[in-house]
T-cell receptor, first 114, second 112 residues
Framework: EDQVTQSPEALRLQEGESSSLNCSYT??????LFWYRQDPGKGPEFLFT???AGEEKEKERLKATLTKKESFLHITAPKPEDSATYLC???????????????FGAGTQVVVTP | ETGVTQTPRHLVMGMTNKKSLKCEQH?????MYWYKQSAKKPLELMFV???????ENNSVPSRFSPECPNSSHLFLHLHTLQPEDSALYLC???????????FGPGTRLTVT
Protein backbone atom coordinates (compact mmCIF):
# COMPACT_ATOMS: atom_id res chain seq x y z
CA GLU A 1 0.00 0.00 0.00
CA ASP A 2 1.27 3.47 -0.89
CA GLN A 3 2.33 5.53 2.13
CA VAL A 4 3.64 9.02 2.75
CA THR A 5 5.12 9.87 6.16
CA GLN A 6 6.38 13.28 7.20
CA SER A 7 8.64 14.03 10.13
CA PRO A 8 8.85 15.70 12.48
CA GLU A 9 5.19 16.54 13.16
CA ALA A 10 6.19 19.93 14.49
CA LEU A 11 9.37 21.99 14.45
CA ARG A 12 10.18 25.13 16.37
CA LEU A 13 13.12 27.17 15.08
CA GLN A 14 14.86 30.35 16.03
CA GLU A 15 15.17 32.87 13.24
CA GLY A 16 18.29 31.99 11.26
CA GLU A 17 18.44 28.40 12.56
CA SER A 18 18.51 26.14 9.49
CA SER A 19 16.79 22.76 9.53
CA SER A 20 15.33 20.03 7.33
CA LEU A 21 11.95 18.38 7.02
CA ASN A 22 11.60 14.79 5.88
CA CYS A 23 9.05 13.10 3.62
CA SER A 24 9.48 9.36 3.24
CA TYR A 25 7.34 7.46 0.79
CA THR A 26 6.46 3.97 -0.29
CA UNK A 27 4.97 3.75 -3.75
CA UNK A 28 5.15 1.17 -6.49
CA UNK A 29 6.21 3.72 -9.06
CA UNK A 30 6.82 7.44 -8.51
CA UNK A 31 5.36 9.86 -11.01
CA UNK A 32 6.22 12.95 -8.99
CA LEU A 33 6.72 14.32 -5.47
CA PHE A 34 5.23 17.68 -4.58
CA TRP A 35 5.86 20.11 -1.75
CA TYR A 36 3.23 22.58 -0.56
CA ARG A 37 3.07 25.26 2.09
CA GLN A 38 -0.17 25.84 4.00
CA ASP A 39 -0.90 28.84 6.19
CA PRO A 40 -3.66 28.63 8.83
CA GLY A 41 -7.13 28.95 7.33
CA LYS A 42 -5.83 28.85 3.75
CA GLY A 43 -5.43 26.29 1.01
CA PRO A 44 -2.05 24.71 0.28
CA GLU A 45 0.30 26.74 -1.91
CA PHE A 46 2.40 24.86 -4.44
CA LEU A 47 6.18 25.05 -3.94
CA PHE A 48 8.04 22.36 -5.90
CA THR A 49 7.72 19.26 -8.04
CA UNK A 50 10.48 16.64 -8.10
CA UNK A 51 10.43 13.76 -10.56
CA UNK A 52 13.60 11.74 -10.21
CA ALA A 53 16.20 10.81 -7.61
CA GLY A 54 18.99 13.35 -7.42
CA GLU A 55 16.80 16.23 -8.52
CA GLU A 56 16.91 19.48 -6.52
CA LYS A 57 14.77 22.61 -6.63
CA GLU A 58 15.28 25.93 -4.84
CA LYS A 59 13.12 28.91 -4.03
CA GLU A 60 14.38 31.66 -1.75
CA ARG A 61 15.28 29.98 1.56
CA LEU A 62 13.78 26.62 0.60
CA LYS A 63 15.53 23.75 -1.15
CA ALA A 64 13.90 20.41 -1.95
CA THR A 65 15.82 17.23 -2.72
CA LEU A 66 14.72 13.74 -3.72
CA THR A 67 16.09 10.23 -3.28
CA LYS A 68 14.46 6.92 -4.16
CA LYS A 69 12.81 6.66 -0.75
CA GLU A 70 12.50 10.17 0.64
CA SER A 71 12.56 13.87 0.04
CA PHE A 72 13.94 16.64 2.20
CA LEU A 73 12.87 20.24 2.42
CA HIS A 74 15.76 22.30 3.72
CA ILE A 75 15.00 25.69 5.23
CA THR A 76 18.08 27.88 5.30
CA ALA A 77 18.24 30.82 7.73
CA PRO A 78 14.46 30.85 8.22
CA LYS A 79 12.47 33.97 8.97
CA PRO A 80 9.21 34.24 10.93
CA GLU A 81 7.29 34.46 7.65
CA ASP A 82 8.42 30.91 6.87
CA SER A 83 6.13 29.70 9.66
CA ALA A 84 3.55 27.38 8.09
CA THR A 85 2.63 23.74 7.70
CA TYR A 86 4.63 22.08 4.94
CA LEU A 87 2.91 19.26 3.09
CA CYS A 88 4.41 16.58 0.93
CA UNK A 89 2.41 14.70 -1.69
CA UNK A 90 3.31 11.75 -3.87
CA UNK A 91 1.75 10.82 -7.16
CA UNK A 92 2.10 7.22 -8.26
CA UNK A 93 2.47 6.28 -11.89
CA UNK A 94 -0.85 5.50 -13.52
CA UNK A 95 -1.85 3.21 -16.31
CA UNK A 96 -3.34 3.99 -19.67
CA UNK A 97 -6.81 3.55 -18.16
CA UNK A 98 -6.37 5.24 -14.82
CA UNK A 99 -4.40 8.03 -13.40
CA UNK A 100 -1.98 8.04 -10.52
CA UNK A 101 -3.47 9.17 -7.27
CA UNK A 102 -2.10 12.02 -5.22
CA UNK A 103 -1.41 10.97 -1.65
CA PHE A 104 -0.57 13.59 0.97
CA GLY A 105 1.39 13.31 4.16
CA ALA A 106 0.06 14.75 7.42
CA GLY A 107 2.46 17.70 7.25
CA THR A 108 5.14 19.32 9.40
CA GLN A 109 4.12 22.42 11.31
CA VAL A 110 7.02 24.87 11.39
CA VAL A 111 7.15 27.83 13.77
CA VAL A 112 10.01 30.32 13.40
CA THR A 113 10.45 32.72 16.30
CA PRO A 114 12.33 36.05 16.12
CA GLU B 1 -10.60 36.83 -10.04
CA THR B 2 -7.47 34.76 -10.29
CA GLY B 3 -6.48 31.25 -9.30
CA VAL B 4 -9.04 29.03 -7.62
CA THR B 5 -11.95 30.56 -5.72
CA GLN B 6 -14.36 28.88 -3.33
CA THR B 7 -17.64 30.00 -1.84
CA PRO B 8 -18.78 30.19 0.84
CA ARG B 9 -15.67 30.47 2.99
CA HIS B 10 -17.55 29.41 6.10
CA LEU B 11 -20.71 27.34 6.44
CA VAL B 12 -22.65 26.15 9.46
CA MET B 13 -25.43 23.69 8.73
CA GLY B 14 -27.72 21.40 10.62
CA MET B 15 -27.80 17.69 9.99
CA THR B 16 -31.04 17.95 8.02
CA ASN B 17 -30.01 20.86 5.79
CA LYS B 18 -29.04 20.81 2.14
CA LYS B 19 -26.29 23.12 0.96
CA SER B 20 -23.78 23.39 -1.86
CA LEU B 21 -20.14 24.38 -2.05
CA LYS B 22 -18.91 26.12 -5.17
CA CYS B 23 -15.47 26.16 -6.74
CA GLU B 24 -14.29 28.09 -9.78
CA GLN B 25 -10.85 27.96 -11.38
CA HIS B 26 -9.49 30.75 -13.58
CA UNK B 27 -6.33 28.92 -14.66
CA UNK B 28 -7.55 27.17 -17.81
CA UNK B 29 -7.04 23.77 -16.23
CA UNK B 30 -9.00 20.68 -17.20
CA UNK B 31 -8.88 18.62 -14.00
CA MET B 32 -10.61 19.55 -10.74
CA TYR B 33 -10.64 17.93 -7.31
CA TRP B 34 -12.42 17.95 -3.97
CA TYR B 35 -10.44 17.22 -0.81
CA LYS B 36 -11.42 16.98 2.83
CA GLN B 37 -8.96 18.23 5.44
CA SER B 38 -9.54 17.32 9.08
CA ALA B 39 -7.33 18.39 11.95
CA LYS B 40 -4.05 16.46 12.24
CA LYS B 41 -4.96 14.22 9.28
CA PRO B 42 -3.62 14.12 5.73
CA LEU B 43 -5.73 15.60 2.98
CA GLU B 44 -8.29 13.06 1.83
CA LEU B 45 -9.07 13.00 -1.87
CA MET B 46 -12.83 12.81 -2.40
CA PHE B 47 -13.58 13.31 -6.09
CA VAL B 48 -11.70 13.96 -9.31
CA UNK B 49 -13.03 15.32 -12.55
CA UNK B 50 -10.90 15.20 -15.66
CA UNK B 51 -12.35 16.91 -18.73
CA UNK B 52 -15.68 17.13 -16.83
CA UNK B 53 -15.83 13.35 -16.42
CA UNK B 54 -15.67 11.96 -12.92
CA UNK B 55 -12.66 9.69 -12.84
CA GLU B 56 -12.36 9.10 -9.12
CA ASN B 57 -14.78 8.62 -6.27
CA ASN B 58 -12.75 7.71 -3.25
CA SER B 59 -15.43 5.72 -1.40
CA VAL B 60 -17.18 8.90 -0.35
CA PRO B 61 -20.60 8.57 1.35
CA SER B 62 -23.56 9.38 -0.86
CA ARG B 63 -24.48 12.37 1.30
CA PHE B 64 -21.74 14.13 -0.70
CA SER B 65 -22.65 14.61 -4.35
CA PRO B 66 -20.29 16.32 -6.81
CA GLU B 67 -21.24 18.15 -9.98
CA CYS B 68 -18.95 19.48 -12.70
CA PRO B 69 -20.94 21.38 -15.36
CA ASN B 70 -17.82 22.53 -17.22
CA SER B 71 -14.05 22.49 -16.79
CA SER B 72 -14.07 25.74 -14.79
CA HIS B 73 -16.74 25.01 -12.21
CA LEU B 74 -17.13 22.34 -9.56
CA PHE B 75 -19.83 21.92 -6.96
CA LEU B 76 -20.18 19.73 -3.90
CA HIS B 77 -23.79 19.18 -2.86
CA LEU B 78 -24.30 18.31 0.78
CA HIS B 79 -27.31 16.73 2.45
CA THR B 80 -28.04 15.05 5.78
CA LEU B 81 -24.47 15.43 6.94
CA GLN B 82 -23.04 14.11 10.20
CA PRO B 83 -21.04 16.06 12.79
CA GLU B 84 -17.90 14.12 11.78
CA ASP B 85 -18.20 15.73 8.34
CA SER B 86 -17.11 19.02 9.88
CA ALA B 87 -13.81 19.90 8.20
CA LEU B 88 -12.10 22.20 5.72
CA TYR B 89 -13.18 21.32 2.19
CA LEU B 90 -10.62 22.21 -0.43
CA CYS B 91 -11.01 22.47 -4.17
CA UNK B 92 -8.02 22.17 -6.48
CA UNK B 93 -7.30 22.19 -10.19
CA UNK B 94 -4.47 21.06 -12.43
CA UNK B 95 -3.53 20.99 -16.08
CA UNK B 96 -4.21 17.30 -16.62
CA UNK B 97 -3.72 14.77 -13.86
CA UNK B 98 0.03 14.62 -14.25
CA UNK B 99 0.81 18.09 -12.95
CA UNK B 100 0.82 19.98 -9.69
CA UNK B 101 -2.51 21.02 -8.22
CA UNK B 102 -3.49 24.53 -7.29
CA PHE B 103 -5.79 24.92 -4.34
CA GLY B 104 -8.54 27.31 -3.38
CA PRO B 105 -8.81 28.83 0.11
CA GLY B 106 -11.29 26.21 1.28
CA THR B 107 -14.73 26.19 2.89
CA ARG B 108 -14.75 25.68 6.65
CA LEU B 109 -17.82 23.49 7.25
CA THR B 110 -19.38 22.95 10.66
CA VAL B 111 -22.22 20.46 11.02
CA THR B 112 -24.32 20.95 14.15
Amino acid sequence: EDQVTQSPEALRLQEGESSSLNCSYTVSGLRGLFWYRQDPGKGPEFLFTLYSAGEEKEKERLKATLTKKESFLHITAPKPEDSATYLCAVQATGTTDSWGKFQFGAGTQVVVTP
Amino acid sequence: ETGVTQTPRHLVMGMTNKKSLKCEQHLGHNAMYWYKQSAKKPLELMFVYNFKEQTENNSVPSRFSPECPNSSHLFLHLHTLQPEDSALYLCASSQDWAYEQYFGPGTRLTVT
